[in-house]
């Protein structure tokens, strides 16, 4: 029997029942003797499940990349022979990022008292936020949505507040 690595991209998926990846072997074997079934020898069986008869693999439960941002599994490939062979192969499953999480603030309020004489951009106080998603979308942006818009600014990209 022959079988190779396999490695496999896939979205952030809240839905189960996902086909994941398809494993595939290959048997010179004739008739009976050259069907194969799969099934996942080692990894986490609570989530992903295998297609006996045509080696896909598919998810059983919602993954998340926070969570768990990879896994590997190990498939085995046995034919119907008398004795019965088999091979194994690595099956390793990258969860793609989704923005899928919202920024939190560090605190949830920043009190500050500021002197009326304070000079202009004078930093009064820096905010910070984090989010769990990974790249682009973990990227934390700030901006003054209500309050004294005209009397203060924020730093877009660190979250330094001034007094303009």
């Given amino acids: 029997m022959n079988v190779k690595s396999c490695t496999s991209l896939i979205p952030l998926t809240s839905f189960t029942g996902i086909n994941v990846v398809t494993v595939s072997a290959s048997d010179?074997?004739?008739?009976?003797?050259?069907?194969?079934?799969?099934?996942?020898?080692?990894?986490?069986?609570?989530?992903?499940?295998?297609r006996s008869a045509s080696?896909?693999?598919?998810?059983?439960?919602?993954?998340?990349?926070?969570?768990?941002?990879?896994?590997?599994?190990?498939?085995?490939?046995?034919?119907?022979?008398?004795?019965?062979l088999s091979s194994v192969v690595p099956v390793q499953i990258t969860l793609l990022d989704e923005?899928?999480?919202?920024p939190s603030f560090s605190q949830s309020l920043y009190p500050v008292s500021v002197m009326e004489n304070t000079a202009k951009?004078?930093?009064?106080?820096?905010?910070?936020?984090?989010?769990?998603?990974?790249?682009?979308?973990?990227?934390?942006?700030?901006?003054i949505i209500d309050g004294a818009n005209s009397m203060f600014t924020i730093d877009r990209d660190t979250g330094k507040n001034g007094k303009p």
């Fill in 55 to 84: 080696g896909e693999i598919y998810t059983t439960k919602k993954l998340d990349r926070e969570q768990m941002p990879s896994y590997t599994l190990t498939v085995t490939a046995k034919d119907k022979g008398n004795p019965s």
């Fill in 99 to 102: 923005n899928d999480n919202a």
């Fill in 28 to 50: 010179r074997d004739l008739g009976t003797n050259a069907e194969i079934t799969y099934f996942i020898s080692s990894g986490d069986k609570t989530k992903f499940a295998i």
């Fill in 121 to 143: 951009d004078t930093i009064v106080l820096r905010v910070h936020a984090t989010d769990p998603d990974d790249g682009d979308n973990g990227k934390v942006s700030y901006t």
